[in-house]
Each structure stands twice: as structure tokens, then as C-alpha cells.
């Protein structure tokens, strides 16, 4: 019988509802994808798990079959649902209540595992030929449908149907992420296993951890085309240049629009990088946010930093092969023999598949989910004409089928009340501080081999510290810096970060990067050692720390600290006297 570790199921301060059969399982804060609290919109038809059953049926795990979402006061929580004939657990996909999928017959977990090791071992040797030859032409070619749709001539009804395709597009490329994430995730763990079997006894996570690197990938790749806009600007002596001497996105904004130089130079090359770069917001697993595409302000600013700090891309990418080299130097000295050829064989798969955890992010995280964002948009500017809603955004506070019924006029409801009791209740929610889980702990879905990217069970065995200014969380990129916080929460606070100062903030994506180039250290709410933050501090050779769970509460902005990216602490070394922190709710609406 599985043992109990721990259990919650609400308090006063974070009551909880619950449905037949979903208190005993193990329900995990979303911190890693979606920190914030969600748009009913993204609940309903944009999460990550709704293809998750796919992944579970098409490789044949043996340890769950299913993995869903539950929304509490206003946070996403979602659980595995174990291979396990019987289990009933409700849960909602699409506006629709459902039971999840579970096995029909007693033996199948026992069974189907063979099936499993069978057929893995064929998916991590062949996987990156069908990414580059089938995969990313297939979602490619999808994309250019959505960026060359005339937006601005199409009907409602037209609109609609659009947004039905985008959500078909979401939900296959999605199911190409799962088998991309399986594949490349066995690779992984099975490099983990065999350095820990031949290497003995000890902590290898910082050596594993520097072995996920990649030189060649699209995070790069909008890195470089950045460091390139800022060297031609650097050669120019002119109204462009002049323009990136001011203070904010908007600022130069203003300037360049002012000259024909700064328009050209708008056309040309901010424009044109937008085209490639643009789909992605500052949290990708949400709707609500706006995109690069959309709005310029994060690119002005991206180089804008670049040239303040005369950012040296080739120096940056140099040190990460450098580290990398020797990282996997590391990972063989000592081992011979039948152990060194294992090795050097799980060792050259898994790097091989490195680039696919930025790539991912850049087609499917990012750029999927921005398109199906641009549809909606493009609906709620029609629903504003309309007169039906107030503001395109409020289509973000919707459920799908309330936006598909006000579409076609037949909706019951006040939609603008509607909207903005939901705008008031998220905000609300955004002053609740989420707890880490719900429901029913066991030993058993604890070894779900997913939880590491959340930093579990770390978080249900860790106990808070007892000491005044100490935040525990896990080291994920080694070093030791002291320096000035800067509390992070929304997009409109990357113009405020300046060199050296370490970046708190509830979680990172990828279009966080930029400010990696200026920043001297970072901790995280969210994340284990394989999530988004860890590794690209790891490339940039950042100490970090992640998986605080409330350090973005604890720490504010202008404190004096100190991380230690070794042992996972973080300390307040002295409280700004000014107190640093600022308002949230004003963050809040400034980003919805």
C-alpha cells in the first residue's frame, strides 16, 4: 500500500473546492509555465495538458495515463492521473466536464512497460531527423497561413472559424511537443542515470546540469540578430543612434518615428525581426500578455541594453562552448572500459537533443500560442466595433463557449459585467500567495518523473527556514554574488533592470533572455534544476537559485543579498531603506 507523506485540502487563508475523486491526488502549482493567475481563455483551451493523454497512450507509460488541470483561486494546478484502472477524477477540457483516461484492465501498467523500452530507445535515435525534416516544415507551413490571413477584411463568422483551426493547429503541434519532450526527456534522465552509475557516489547535479547546454539554437539565434542591430547602430553616427540614447522603449520609439532615418531603420530592422522573433510575450503559457510582434517595446529596449553595455555576443557564445567542452570532459575522465563507451554513447545522444528545449519553446511554447492570442485579438477589435466589449483584451476573460455564443449573438449574458468582475477577481488573486500543492502526497506520485522539473519532492520535505532573511531553494547554477535585488512581475520592469543586479522574479521564458546579457544573478519562485531559468543561467554562467516558492514576496526591490547558486540560499543581507517594493496591483494592470 502506498504510504501517505502529507495532505492538504484548504484553509481559510487558500479554501479549496473539490471534485468527486480529486482530493487524493497530488495537485502541483503550475509555477513553472503560468505563475500568475489565468484568463479564463487560456484555462479553457490553451494549456499544455490538454494533450498530455496523447503523450501517455502513444508511448505507453506505465506510470500515468492522463494529466489534468484544476483552476484554484485563480492559480493552475494540475495532476498526473496514474495508469490505474477505476480511478475517477472530474476535470474540465474545453468548457466540458470529463472523467480522464485511465487504463480498462488490472494488468496493462505491467504489461504496457515492455512496450515502452521497446520502442524509446527508436524515438531518441531518430527523433531530431523527423524534427528537421517532417516536424518544423509541417508547423511552419502552418504558421504562414496565420501570419498572412487579412485580418482586418474578414467577417466575424470568418474570425470564428479561424479561431477553430487555431485551436487545431494548438492542439497538434502540442502533440508534436510531447513527443519531442518524451524523447528528449528519456535522453536526459538516462545520461543522468548512467553519469551517477559510473561516476559514483556524490552530487553530480551541477555537472549534469552544464551537460544540457546548446550553441546552436533559436534562443541564440534572436540573441545574435539583436547583437547585430546594436553593432550596426554602434557604426552610425546619426539620428538612429541617437534615438537609443534615451530612456525607455517608448522614448525611442518617439525619436525614430521622428526622422526618415528612424523609420527606415523601423521598416528594415526592427520590423523585420519581429517577423521572425516576434511571437512570444514575456510568459508564453498565457494569452493575456502581449507579444513582440504586437508591440516593439521589448526589442527597443533589448538593444538599447545591448548598447549600454556594448553586449559582446561571440565572448558570450565562446564561454558557453568553453564550459561545455569542459563539462563533458569532466563527465568521462576517470571512466574506461565498457562504462566509457556506454557513456560517450547516452552522452552524444543527449547533447545532440539539447537544442530541442529552445526549439520547442520557439515553435510551439511561444509561437503557437501567440498565433492562436493574434486570432483571439483579432476578434475582440470586431467585438469592440460591435459594441459588445469594451476593450479587445477582454476577450482574455471569456470562457470559449461564452465567446463562441457572443459571437453569434445568442449569449444570455452581460458581457462586459462579466469581464470586469473577472479583470477584479484576478487581480485580487494576484495578492494571494499560492500554495507549492493540494490534496493527497504519497510516495507514489511523488516519483512521478515529471515533478523535478517543479522542483518536487523537494517542496513537500523542505521546511521553511528559521532564520530571519534566509530563503531556501534549490542551486542551479553554481557562484556566490552579492548585489541589489530587482523584484521582476511584469514586462514593463525590464526597462528598469541595470547591470549587475539580480533579477527576482516568479519564473523566466524565453524572451527573459535578453536581460541574461546585464544581470548578475537570479532566484526564482518556480522551476527545478531542468527548467528554463536553471539552464540558460548555467549558460550564461549566472548564479542562480529556483524553486524558492516566495522569494518574489520576501525580497524587494533595492535589498543587498546574496546567492549562493551552490547550495540553494539566498540571503538578505540589508532592507532597502527607501523600501524598494512597488505597488502590485499597478503591475497587474499595467500587463492585463
Known amino acids: 500500500m502506498t504510504q501517505t507523506v502529507a495532505t492538504f485540502f484548504g484553509d481559510e487563508e487558500f479554501p479549496v473546492h473539490w471534485e468527486n475523486g480529486q482530493q487524493d491526488l497530488l495537485w502541483v502549482h503550475d509555477d513553472l509555465h503560468i505563475p500568475n493567475p489565468v484568463s479564463p481563455m487560456y484555462a479553457d483551451i490553451g494549456g499544455w495538458w490538454l494533450k498530455c493523454d496523447y503523450m501517455f497512450r502513444r508511448f505507453g507509460t506505465p506510470f500515468a495515463s492522463d494529466w489534468i488541470s484544476k483552476i484554484v483561486n485563480g492559480y493552475v494546478y494540475t495532476a498526473a492521473i496514474p495508469a490505474q484502472p477505476g480511478l475517477s477524477a472530474e476535470t474540465t477540457e474545453y468548457g466540458a466536464r470529463y472523467v480522464p483516461r485511465v487504463p480498462d484492465n488490472d494488468e496493462y501498467a505491467a504489461?504496457?512497460?515492455?512496450?515502452?523500452?521497446?520502442?524509446?530507445?527508436?524515438?531518441?535515435?531518430?527523433?531530431?531527423?523527423?524534427?528537421?525534416?517532417?516536424?518544423?516544415?509541417?508547423?511552419?507551413?502552418?504558421?504562414?497561413?496565420?501570419?498572412?490571413?487579412?485580418?482586418?477584411?474578414?467577417?466575424?463568422?470568418?474570425?470564428?472559424?479561424?479561431?477553430?483551426?487555431?485551436?487545431?493547429?494548438?492542439?497538434?503541434?502540442?502533440?508534436?511537443?510531447?513527443?519531442?519532450?518524451?524523447?528528449?526527456?528519456?535522453?536526459?534522465?538516462?545520461?543522468?542515470?548512467?553519469?551517477?552509475?559510473?561516476?559514483g557516489e556524490g552530487d553530480h547535479s551541477d555537472l549534469t546540469g552544464r551537460l544540457q547546454s546548446s550553441l546552436d539554437n533559436r534562443n541564440w539565434d534572436s540573441i545574435e540578430e539583436l547583437w547585430k542591430i546594436k553593432e550596426q547602430i554602434k557604426k552610425v553616427v546619426g539620428p538612429v543612434a541617437d534615438a537609443f540614447t534615451r530612456d525607455t522603449a517608448a522614448?525611442?520609439?518617439?525619436?525614430?518615428?521622428?526622422?526618415?532615418?528612424?523609420?527606415?531603420?523601423?521598416?528594415?530592422?526592427?520590423e523585420s525581426y519581429q517577423a521572425v522573433f516576434g511571437y512570444k510575450s514575456m510568459y508564453a503559457h498565457e494569452f493575456s500578455f502581449k507579444t513582440w510582434r504586437e508591440d516593439p517595446a521589448p526589442v527597443l529596449e533589448s538593444i538599447r541594453s545591448y548598447l549600454e553595455s556594448d553586449y559582446d555576443y561571440p565572448a558570450e557564445i565562446a564561454a558557453v562552448g568553453t564550459d561545455l567542452e569542459a563539462a563533458k570532459a569532466e563527465a568521462i575522465e576517470g571512466v574506461q572500459g565498457e562504462d566509457l563507451e556506454r557513456l560517450r554513447g547516452a552522452l552524444d545522444l543527449s547533447l545532440r537533443m539539447n537544442p530541442l528545449t529552445p526549439d520547442h519553446h520557439f515553435y510551439i511554447d511561444q509561437g503557437t500560442n501567440a498565433r492562436v492570442r493574434l486570432v483571439l485579438i483579432a476578434i475582440g477589435k470586431m467585438l469592440v466595433d460591435l459594441g459588445k466589449l469594451s476593450d479587445a483584451e477582454d476577450v482574455m476573460y471569456l470562457r470559449?463557449?461564452?465567446?463562441?455564443?457572443?459571437?453569434?449573438?445568442?449569449?444570455?449574458?452581460?458581457?462586459?459585467?462579466?469581464?470586469?468582475?473577472?479583470?477584479?477577481?484576478?487581480?485580487?488573486?494576484?495578492e494571494l500567495r499560492p500554495r507549492d500543492w493540494l490534496g493527497t502526497a504519497t510516495e507514489e506520485n511523488l516519483a512521478f518523473p515529471y515533478l523535478a522539473l517543479w522542483a518536487f519532492p523537494d517542496k513537500v520535505y523542505r521546511k521553511p527556514s528559521e532564520v530571519e532573511g534566509e530563503i531556501q531553494g534549490l542551486g542551479a547554477s553554481k557562484g556566490v554574488i552579492e548585489g541589489t535585488a530587482r523584484v521582476v512581475l511584469s514586462p514593463e520592469q525590464?526597462?528598469?533592470?541595470?547591470?549587475?543586479?539580480?533579477?527576482?522574479?516568479?519564473?523566466?521564458?524565453?524572451?527573459?533572455?535578453?536581460?541574461?546579457?546585464?544581470?548578475?544573478?537570479?532566484?526564482?519562485?518556480?522551476?527545478?534544476?531542468?527548467?528554463?531559468?536553471?539552464?540558460?543561467?548555467?549558460?550564461?554562467?549566472?548564479?542562480?537559485?529556483?524553486?524558492?516558492?516566495?522569494?518574489?514576496?520576501?525580497?524587494?526591490?533595492?535589498?543587498?543579498?546574496?546567492?549562493n547558486g551552490a547550495t540553494g540560499m539566498v540571503q538578505v543581507l540589508s532592507t532597502d531603506p527607501n523600501d524598494g517594493a512597488t505597488d502590485r496591483a499597478a503591475h497587474v494592470r499595467g500587463q492585463l
Open 400 to 430: 470559449y463557449n461564452e465567446l463562441r455564443t457572443l459571437m453569434a449573438g445568442s449569449n444570455g449574458f452581460d458581457a462586459e459585467a462579466l469581464v470586469g468582475d473577472r479583470r477584479d477577481d484576478r487581480e485580487t488573486a494576484y
Open 111 to 199: 504489461e504496457i512497460g515492455g512496450y515502452l523500452g521497446w520502442t524509446l530507445p527508436y524515438y531518441a535515435e531518430n527523433f531530431l531527423h523527423w524534427w528537421r525534416d517532417r516536424l518544423v516544415p509541417e508547423m511552419t507551413r502552418n504558421f504562414e497561413r496565420f501570419d498572412a490571413y487579412d485580418y482586418d477584411s474578414a467577417s466575424l463568422v470568418e474570425l470564428a472559424i479561424l479561431l477553430e483551426d487555431a485551436i487545431d493547429m494548438h492542439d497538434r503541434h502540442w502533440q508534436i511537443h510531447w513527443v519531442l519532450n518524451f524523447a528528449q526527456f528519456s535522453s536526459t534522465t538516462n545520461l543522468n542515470a548512467i553519469i551517477a552509475e559510473v561516476k
Open 251 to 270: 522614448e525611442i520609439r518617439v525619436e525614430l518615428e521622428s526622422t526618415p532615418e528612424g523609420r527606415a531603420f523601423l521598416a528594415e530592422e526592427i
Open 494 to 563: 525590464f526597462s528598469q533592470v541595470e547591470q549587475g543586479e539580480i533579477i527576482i522574479c516568479r519564473m523566466t521564458s524565453p524572451s527573459w533572455v535578453v536581460l541574461f546579457t546585464k544581470i548578475g544573478g537570479l532566484v526564482t519562485d518556480a522551476g527545478g534544476m531542468a527548467s528554463h531559468p536553471a539552464v540558460v543561467s548555467r549558460e550564461f554562467g549566472i548564479p542562480a537559485v529556483v524553486g524558492t516558492s516566495d522569494a518574489t514576496r520576501k525580497i524587494k526591490t533595492g535589498d543587498k543579498i546574496r546567492v
